[in-house]
């Protein structure tokens, strides 16, 4: 499995330390699907798993978004236009856009967990007539912290989705909630019933978010996370990201809640 | 197959020599620095003739046996798994290149015989054939399919063997190209030749070997039947894979992590445990980089790390992410237990950290159990 060389056509600041790149795909007719992520390889000094941050409608583009946390993320933020970075996969789950059709979607994230999901959101607007109610429901730290801002209040303008943000800390511009993105559920309107949730943030937030759908009556096997674990190969080899049964590289990241039995959410695990 | 043959010594010493001549790196147990490793080996002189291994739980010691038997040994710390996906391998090199980089494969391996595997050995490969080959790994897929494999059947377990409750032995039952089974006794001293595949018979059909009288074959399988019976180790497989799936919240894994000191040994000389990780080099002028996969073990904090920390902070998550993984995931994995009962992990613990003590006792505090006796604290307030 060697990495592919692919080069920069652009790079986004989003914020301080977290950057989207645009890729040229590793070849014609390389495609994704909502959910999945790549190995991202800096030459000589690593590679990361990343998520694909970009529009699954548009083939020509591979758009990740990475946050500079260690030497190779900080490597593949550091990239400029016209360099090459080596890109592996697409590897990974999906999320479930097909059993969520017909029915009320509610995305959750938190943070850099918006990045993943944001592939999902594109398409469910590109494909708005299959979907009922959509809301997105995110949680940042601060108003500064927001990603895709931009893209964030153009959702937030159409009459055909909800867009709810909280931050966890508010400064003198921010007229919005203030709080945990669970406390943003009572306002979002959807069928506990039949509606599915697909949820992205840190583990804790996940688990909250569970548990505060399922008291909203909706049951586990609509409820998708994306999880993350420590990854080297990408294909189930180097048992890194082991989680109870799953090697969450390819049996994962995105997993339903109904796989994920108690086990998974053990501590430590 | 044809029918078991026979064959002395010098025919093991022959043997040897046809597969040298055929082409294979033959490698075999050999005495080093008073334990019993894999390396190359030319003839029957490098094996640990007249050798036995004393081994207990972190205990492994080499005596003299006073007689002339080439394999009156178990397992030393070393499998076949340092040849199939020895750590250090190359994956891939790179070149940097006016624009961007190039990559270029790794030059192809050798041919390896594995001579002396015992049947836990084999069973082991077996076992990481469902991991590597499905994946296509081309380290692992490479050596395996140019390997040779001549497997003994035990007559002699250790203390710390168990292959028997596991169904791995002690007779090899599948995936040898040879299988030998040692027969001394007084002045007998023979091995029982067979083939487990067509060019094992070829190999075989090399050397002038007699067919086998009938007692002569009766005489060997009584011994690895005696083998069975006489385990030092046992291990209850009846459900436990769920047996350790319900206990993950068992206090157990804690007084356990007390007494472990994550040191990997157990990881390092099991032979199905398959994780992995990569190092990306590069020289120093940037020209060029390399990736090398090495051995990992989960048993270290770097293994489970993402950005904000380890997942497996604590000694006893990491044990409970071992075992669990060898008797219970694994199965939900690949379809088969990731313990072939070698014993290994048990000789090589320093602290003697015993797997099929932990299991059982596991098994006795299981926390299914456990609950049914005492009263929920709504049942004591009504």
Redesign the interface.
């Known amino acids: 499995m060697h990495p592919v060389p692919c080069r920069v056509r652009s790079v986004v600041r989003e914020l301080d330390d977290t950057f989207t790149l645009d890729l040229e795909p590793p070849s014609d007719g390389w495609s994704f699907v909502p959910g999945q992520f790549t190995m991202l390889y800096a030459f000589g000094v690593g590679e990361v798993p990343i998520s694909i941050s970009g529009d699954p409608g548009d083939p020509t583009r591979l758009v990740q978004t990475i946050r500079a946390v260690g030497p190779v993320s900080d490597a593949l933020t550091s990239v400029a236009v016209g360099d090459v970075v080596g890109v592996r996969g697409p590897f990974g789950t999906a999320w479930p856009m097909e059993l969520a059709e017909g029915r009320d979607l509610i995305i959750m994230t938190g943070g850099i967990g918006l990045a993943p999901l944001r592939p999902a959101i594109l398409h469910t607007l590109e494909h708005r007539d299959r979907y009922n109610n959509v809301t997105l429901l995110y949680g940042a730290r601060s108003p500064g912290d927001l990603l895709f801002a931009e893209q964030l209040q153009q959702w937030r303008g159409r009459f055909d989705l909800e867009v709810l943000i909280t931050v966890d800390h508010a400064d003198r511009t921010w007229r919005g909630p203030v709080g945990v993105v669970t406390s943003l559920i009572g306002r979002a309107s959807f069928d506990p019933e039949t509606a599915v949730a697909m949820v992205c943030g840190p583990e804790i937030m996940m688990r909250f978010t569970i548990q505060e759908l399922e008291r909203a009556g909706m049951t586990e096997d609509r409820l998708f996370v994306s999880m993350e674990r420590n990854m080297k190969c990408g294909i189930g080899l180097c048992g890194h990201c082991q989680l109870g049964k799953f090697f969450v590289c390819k049996d994962g990241p995105v997993l339903s809640c109904a796989a994920m039995t108690g086990a998974c959410w053990t501590r430590e695990v | 197959m044809s029918e078991p043959l026979v064959i002395d010594r010098q025919g093991v010493d022959a043997l040897i020599a046809v597969l040298i001549d055929r082409g294979y790196e033959v490698v075999g147990p050999t005495v080093r620095g008073q334990t019993i490793l894999y390396d190359t080996i030319t003839s029957t002189e490098d094996l640990p003739v007249g050798i036995r291994d004393r081994q207990e739980a972190g205990s492994y010691r080499l005596e003299e046996r006073g007689d002339d038997a080439l394999f009156g040994y178990v397992v030393g710390p070393q499998s076949f798994k340092k040849y199939l996906t020895p750590p250090g391998t190359v ?2 090199k ?1 070149l ?1 290149t006016e ?5 270029v494969e790794a030059d192809p391996p050798p041919r390896h015989a594995f001579f002396g595997a015992r049947p836990c050995e084999v069973a082991a490969m077996r076992v990481q054939d469902d ?2 080959l499905p ?1 296509g ?1 081309g380290v692992y897929t490479e050596r395996r399919e140019r390997s040779f494999t001549v497997a003994v059947n035990c007559t002699e377990p250790a203390a710390t063997c168990f292959c028997a409750s596991l169904g791995t032995g002690p007779a090899v039952s599948d995936g040898y190209d040879i299988a030998l089974t040692e027969v001394l006794s007084g002045e007998h001293h023979f091995f029982l030749a067979e083939a487990g595949t067509d060019i094992g018979e070829d190999v075989l059909a090399d050397l002038s070997a007699r067919p086998a009288h009938d007692e002569e074959v009766v005489g060997a399988r009584r011994l690895v039947v005696h083998a069975s019976d006489h385990m030092g180790r046992s291990l209850e497989t009846d459900g436990l894979q769920e047996l350790l ?1 319900a206990n ?2 068992n206090s157990i894994w804690n007084e356990i992590g007390n007494r472990c000191l994550t040191c990997t040994n157990c990881t390092m000389v099991c032979p199905t445990c ?5 190092e ?4 120093l002028d ?1 020209s060029s ?1 390399e990736r090398v996969r090495t051995w ?1 073990s ?1 048993f270290t904090l770097d ?6 920390g380890p ?4 000694p006893g ?1 990491r044990y ?2 071992w075992i669990t ?1 060898k008797l ?2 694994w199965q ?2 690949f379809g088969s237990f990731g313990c072939v009962g070698c014993g290994r992990c048990i000789t090589w613990c320093p602290v003697g950290i015993d797997i099929t003590q932990e299991a059982a006792a596991v098994r006795e505090r299981d926390i299914r159990k456990v609950a049914v006796g005492i009263p929920s604290v709504k049942e004591v307030l009504e």
């Open positions: 994956f891939w790179g940097r624009d961007g980089f190039e990559t991991v590597y994946v790994d799936s993950l919240a398959f994780c992995s990780t990569v990306d080099r590069q020289a940037g980089a990992d989960c293994f489970s790390y993402i950005h904000g997942v497996r902070s604590s998550a409970r992410q993984h219970s995931t939900d994995q």
